[in-house]
Nanobody
Framework: QVQLVESGGGLVQPGGSLRLSCAAS????????MGWYRQAPGKQRELVAA???????NYVDSVKGRFTISRDNAKNTVYLQMNSLKPEDTAVYYC?????????WGQGTQVTVSS
């Protein structure tokens, strides 16, 4: 069983930065591809960024060049560095394996971009 705990969200002005962290339990973390997902009010949850066990990455077009996903297998942690934030980035951000497994969804962390 894998447990995932997200942290690092908050309120930030447009153009600001945040770094999200996702701590995973379980000794087999390193073999999973991981993803950061987000869900804005009234919208479906979407994949924002993913990273394979070999550290290959991909991003949704709307965040390319602004967000960076990374992982530290020694710490069982995956990160999302978010720069040049926009109001449309406002959402609850979740991490999960990629593709996502339903029972692994955590509480997420709220990111609000507003002046």
């Amino acid at each position: 069983q894998v447990q995932l705990v997200e942290s690092g969200g908050g309120l930030v002005q447009p153009g600001g930065s945040l770094r999200l962290s996702c701590a995973a339990s379980g000794s087999i973390f390193s073999i999973y591809a991981m993803g950061w997902y987000r869900q804005a009010p009234g919208k479906q949850r979407e994949l924002v960024a993913a990273i394979t066990s070999g550290a290959s990455t991909n991003y949704v077009d709307s965040v390319k060049g602004r967000f960076t996903i990374s992982r530290d297998n020694a710490k069982n942690t995956v990160y999302l560095q978010m720069n040049s934030l926009k109001p449309e980035d406002t959402a609850v951000y979740y991490c999960n394996v990629h593709p996502p497994y339903r029972s692994y969804w955590g509480q997420g962390t709220q990111v609000t971009v507003s002046s």
